[in-house]
Structures are given as C-alpha cells and as structure tokens.
C-alpha cells in the first residue's frame, strides 16, 4: 500500500492529480480502496470481456459530451507483428490502420490505432470519413457488427510524442488499452491499441 504522497512523488504529479487518476483506477477496477486503510492495487492488468462495448463517439455522447477525431493516418498497410497475429492475417497480407486523436469538447482524451481485416470492407479507404464513427460506417455501409471484445487496459506513463498529443506533461499518468474485437462468427475483426490520459477520462467503456 502506497500513501496518495507517495504515489504522486513516484509519478512526478501533484497530489490533485493522482487523487483523480486513482478514483479512475478504483473505477475501472485496477485499484480497490478500504475505508480507514488506503488504496491497493488489485493488478497491474485488468482483462474484462464484453459483448456489447461503446464506441468513443457513443461514449462521449451518453456522456453529454460532443466527441471529434483528428487523424493521424489512415492507410491501407502490412501492420505490426502484434496486430497480424491478433487478425490472424497471412504473411504478406495487409490490413487498414487508422490512427487518431480523440477529443471530448474540444480536449484531447486519447490516441487511437486501429487495424481491421482488409477482406471485411476493401473499400474502407474510399468510403470512410476518418473523422467519422468507424463503427458506425462498418455497421451501416458493410452490416458489420463486433459481436465480442476482449480488453486488457494497464497503468502506465505517456511517451514524450504521445503526451504532445494530449498536451499533457512527458511521463505523465496514462492508460494502455489492448482490444480485440470479434464477429459472430468469432474470427478476429479489429485490433486496437490506445493511450488514453490518466486524468479527466470517462472509462465506462462496457
């Protein structure tokens, strides 16, 4: 057990600022707190399974909130060994990544990069809006729907790159999400890793 002093000299952030991305943590499940005793971390990776899971534009809207994108890149390319093996995708195939920034009113809340299988919707390049609800296109344009979704979300610091993104300071608290997301027929659809701030972020995300 670490005491909130403690916890913010070890992440470099003030007090204010560590009490808010533990509430998330004790949200999210990662910490767990014990009245008149403190705050424990339950695992540094927390697994959950979904079969119905928000989209961020979904998200924020139930939020009360106006969502938007900026994109980074959208291309159709080979993908990382990390993602291939996720999509099962063959040697020499190649898959769609998108790559943006998520805002809520205006603040940036995450970075998003997502692969999907070309073969689902080969024309995503040319009928897509990247700043658009990706779900959204997949659903309507190709009747695509992710059945299933397996989700490991982490604690850790945001890159120097990552944190002008944000525009929040080098090394300051961030949460790692890996996702998985299926389709009935349970082959692998969609690959996606994302950084989203420790502070200020809204992770009901079942």
Same mark, same amino acid.
């Given at each position: ?6 916890i913010a000299? !070890?992440l470099?952030?003030?007090q204010?600022?560590? !009490?808010q991305a533990?509430?998330?943590l004790c949200?999210v499940?990662v910490?767990y707190? =014990?009245?008149? =005793?403190g705050?424990?971390? #339950?695992?540094i =990776? %927390?697994?959950?399974n979904f079969?119905?899971l928000?989209?961020f534009t979904?998200e924020?809207?139930?939020? @009360?909130s106006?969502p938007?994108?900026r994109?980074? #890149? ?9 993602a291939?093996?996720?999509?099962e995708?063959s040697p @020499?195939?190649?898959?769609f990544? +998108?790559?943006r920034?998520?805002y ?9 990069? #997502?692969?999907? %299988?070309? %073969?689902?919707c080969?024309n995503?390049? &040319? /009928?897509f809006?990247?700043?658009a609800? +990706?779900?959204?296109? +997949?659903a309507e344009r ?9 989700e490991?979300a982490?604690v850790? =610091?945001a890159t120097?790159?990552e944190?002008a993104?944000? &525009?929040s300071?080098p ?9 998985? !997301?299926y389709?009935e027929n349970? &082959?692998?659809?969609?690959?996606v890793k994302?950084?989203?701030? @420790?502070t @200020? /972020?809204r992770l009901?995300?079942?």
């Amino acid at each position: 057990m670490l005491s909130l002093q403690e916890i913010a000299t !070890r992440l470099g952030v003030i007090q204010m600022t560590a !009490r808010q991305a533990i509430r998330t943590l004790c949200n999210v499940g990662v910490m767990y707190s =014990k009245q008149g =005793k403190g705050t424990y971390i #339950s695992a540094i =990776k %927390h697994e959950r399974n979904f079969r119905q899971l928000l989209s961020f534009t979904e998200e924020t809207r139930a939020g @009360g909130s106006a969502p938007s994108s900026r994109v980074l #890149s959208f291309r159709n390319e080979t993908g990382t060994r990390e993602a291939r093996t996720a999509l099962e995708v063959s040697p @020499g195939r190649k898959v769609f990544r +998108l790559r943006r920034v998520r805002y809520s009113e205006g603040r940036p809340m995450g970075i998003e990069c #997502s692969c999907l %299988h070309q %073969h689902i919707c080969r024309n995503l390049l &040319k /009928t897509f809006d990247p700043a658009a609800s +990706l779900y959204r296109e +997949l659903a309507e344009r190709y009747g695509i729907q992710m059945e299933v979704t397996d989700e490991i979300a982490e604690v850790g =610091k945001a890159t120097a790159a990552e944190a002008a993104l944000l &525009k929040s300071a080098p090394g300051s608290p961030a949460f790692l999400f890996t996702r998985i !997301r299926y389709g009935e027929n349970g &082959k692998p659809l969609e690959y996606v890793k994302s950084v989203y701030r @420790g502070t @200020g /972020t809204r992770l009901c995300r079942n």
